[in-house]
């Protein structure tokens, strides 16, 4: 049975059908060995999929793309990208360190790796090479730095595995703030090495302390959104799907005031929002209905006694988890991988003492930096289609990050305190 139904999906990815399209063909392995064949199959897999998309929970996903999208074409992106700038000043590697201090401030709004690069990329590749910083070194640090954005709060891949796992969104939340921010720390390091040893730097900046501030000051629209979502989250005034309507609510009202947004491009948000959003809730209905057969004819259960049979010591497999959901994030996109393996593993990682938020935390960190990897590594080919230069180029330019990356991941991974410390300031 598990050699019919995961064969016909590997085998439908290598056809080029889409991922959703291929889930929802590996449903109909299953007819031999359900009940009622082909009619109960097409039935179940209907109503698995109306129910998915019947959640109040869910309803975050499409307003945090929405807000998302909305910051993209209301320049917020470039006020974060500024300040970012003026702080870091002439100091080597300055304008690396700027990127990934963007992408962090851009990820607590966007939640999407790939929006993350292409907004904060636009901006700031160009910048980066026209003084002096190699293309593969800047397209390789902001194609890392925007995995940021699918691990700091608030995360599209989180609100997917808590609607799944019926874990609190809320605190997924709060477990990935210090993890993201570790990420962003550890990247640091190798864009501060090399820029000192190839002579990389910034501009200098125009003033002293009080000019920062003032920077700080004019920056201080857009700092407050993220203050605002995950405030309100946190303290509990608002759930995260109410928070989501506040994001896009705040967009708006930001993107007009300020002149950076225009009904062409409120227009357009919406639009690529609702494409995004559409193929996200059918893609989690045939997820939904797949995990849900693997669980009638109890594959997880199966799959933990195999794994059990090799070995029972839990370092080996966190490290097996590890391997993966990072070898999954090259080859399939991160809600694919979430939506396919959390409903097999969590199982498996419940028995042998993990955590459920924790679990969450080092899986979306894991497919963060699946999304910087090739040969499917998204945000790589966003920042060499910015950038103008030959993919390879940008992966050479990757390494060091990727590599740094990988380091926080582990301790992510083997330090749950990491990320689960913070809640209990919230609890």
């Known amino acids: 049975m598990l050699t019919a139904v995961f064969g016909g999906m590997f085998l439908a990815l290598l056809l080029s059908i889409p991922i959703a399209a291929a889930i929802g063909f590996s449903c109909l392995a299953f007819i031999p060995w359900i009940p009622g064949g082909l009619d109960r199959v097409m039935f179940f897999v209907g109503q698995r999929m109306v129910v998915t998309a019947d959640s109040f929970t869910l309803l975050a996903l499409p307003f ?12 917020i992106a470039r006020k974060l990208t ?67 954005g699918v691990l ?17 969104i809320t605190d997924l939340f709060i477990a990935g703030l210090f993890p993201g921010i570790l990420v962003g720390l550890f990247l640091m390091i190798p864009a501060v090495y090399i820029s000192r040893k190839k002579g990389y730097a910034g501009l200098p900046r ?15 629209s857009a700092l407050l959104m993220p203050l605002i979502i995950l405030g309100g989250i946190y303290s509990g005034v608002f759930t995260p799907t109410e928070a989501g309507i506040v994001a896009v609510a705040y967009a708006i009202v930001l993107g007009f005031a300020t002149g950076g947004l225009t009904m062409k491009g409120l227009c357009s948000a919406m639009v690529e929002a609702a494409v995004i959003t559409g193929s996200c ?90 999304m910087a990897t090739p040969p499917m590594g998204v945000d790589l080919f966003v920042a060499s289609n910015i950038c103008k230069t030959p993919f390879e180029k940008v992966l050479r330019g990757s390494i060091p990050f990727m590599v740094w990356n990988l380091a926080a991941v582990l301790m992510i991974t083997y330090i749950p305190m990491l990320s689960l410390w913070p809640l209990q300031f919230f609890r």
């Open 64 to 75: 945090f793309i929405l807000a998302g999208t909305l910051m993209s074409h209301g320049g």
């Open 82 to 148: 500024d300040l970012a700038e003026a702080v870091a000043g002439d100091f080597p590697g300055g304008l690396g360190i700027a990127a990934i201090v963007a992408c962090m401030f851009f990820g607590a709004v966007s939640g999407s790796g790939p929006a993350t690069v292409a907004a904060i990329g636009t901006i700031i590749l160009p910048a980066m090479i026209s003084r002096g910083y190699g293309v593969g070194f800047s397209g390789g640090l902001v194609a890392c730095a925007g995995g940021i």
């Open 152 to 168: 700091i709060p608030p995360s599209v891949p989180m609100i997917v595995y808590g609607v799944n796992s019926g874990v609190s």
């Open 206 to 220: 125009e003033g002293g302390t009080g000019w920062v501030l003032k920077r700080v000051w004019q920056a201080k």
């Open 281 to 370: 809730i059918f893609l989690m209905g045939t997820a939904s209905a797949f995990a849900k057969l693997l669980h009638m004819k109890d594959v997880p259960n199966l799959i933990s006694n195999l794994i059990f049979s090799l070995t029972t010591n839990k370092f080996l497999i966190l490290l097996m988890f590890n391997a993966v959901f990072l070898v999954g994030g090259m080859f399939i996109d991160t809600l694919s991988n979430i939506l396919i393996f959390c409903p097999i593993f969590l199982p498996l990682a419940l028995k042998i003492g993990v955590d459920p938020i924790h679990f969450g935390t080092f899986v979306v960190a894991n497919l963060a930096l699946g």
